[in-house]
């Protein structure tokens, strides 16, 4: 079992929709997560930070649930800029292991 | 802005031959990392290194090695390329005492 775990997707919502991923965790020694975003042949950028009250940057939400052990992002209004691979990270704490999903894929239809 | 470059986009090398990989960043960042991409398995931290001269293995790091003699600069070594180490390699760096990692652009490698 993968220590971090996404649907890989594609997503494929029109503009202007809601759209959620999910992302599973294994290891409960990880006490900080983030999500990234991947553009198609590009480097990943930090999207947000993700805290366990929710976190909300705009149109992005991310929320954090230890007793489950999963990390949501919510993206609302999406726009075709939207479009992009998002990477969950969950950092190992105290550490530098940062253990990456391999992604879900996001496309924005016009 | 924090920048993170990496010496070369695109490398085609044959088996057997040792391949440099270069990695600069410019903010003073004591942490700089070492993974590679491969489709259906993510990001794999291939070295870690928290300080000149001090490196620590990852998960991936045979076949693998590295080198940091100045602080802005960490390099990524293939002895001996194989085949199974076509892929994509990125660097980041990250300050001390904050979860971020900024990424080079990536230098897709392939091994003939």
């Known amino acids: 079992r993968k220590e971090v775990e996404q649907d890989p997707g594609p997503f494929n919502v029109p503009e202007g929709a809601t759209v959620a991923f999910n992302c599973t965790y294994s290891?409960?020694?990880?006490?900080?997560f983030f999500w990234y975003r991947q553009d198609c042949r590009k480097e990943p950028k930090l999207l947000m930070s993700v805290y366990s009250s929710g976190n909300e940057d705009g149109r992005f939400t991310a929320q954090l649930n230890r007793a489950s052990q999963y990390i949501s992002l919510l993206i609302r209004d999406s726009k075709l800029s939207d479009s992009a691979t998002y990477l969950c990270?969950?950092?190992?704490?105290?550490?530098?292991?940062?253990?990456f999903g391999t992604g879900t894929r996001l496309k924005v239809l016009a | 802005d924090v920048k993170v470059t990496q010496s070369s986009r695109y490398l085609v090398k044959r088996t057997g031959e040792k391949v440099f990989l270069e990695c600069v960043q410019d903010?003073?960042?004591?942490?700089m990392f070492w993974y590679r991409q491969d489709p259906g398995l993510g990001l794999r931290l291939i070295y870690f290194s928290y300080d000149v001269k001090m490196k620590e293995k990852g998960d991936i790091p045979e076949g693998y090695s590295v080198s940091r003699e100045k602080k802005e600069r960490f390099s990524l070594i293939l002895e001996s390329a194989s085949t199974n180490q076509t892929s994509m390699y990125l660097c980041?760096?990250?300050?001390?005492?904050?979860?971020?990692?900024?990424f080079g652009a990536g230098t897709r490698l392939s091994v003939l």
């Open positions: 290891n409960s020694a990880s006490q900080s």
């Open positions: 903010m003073d960042h004591e942490n």
């Open positions: 990270v969950g950092n190992v704490g105290g550490t530098y292991k940062y253990i």
């Open positions: 980041a760096s990250s300050p001390p005492g904050r979860n971020i990692q900024y």
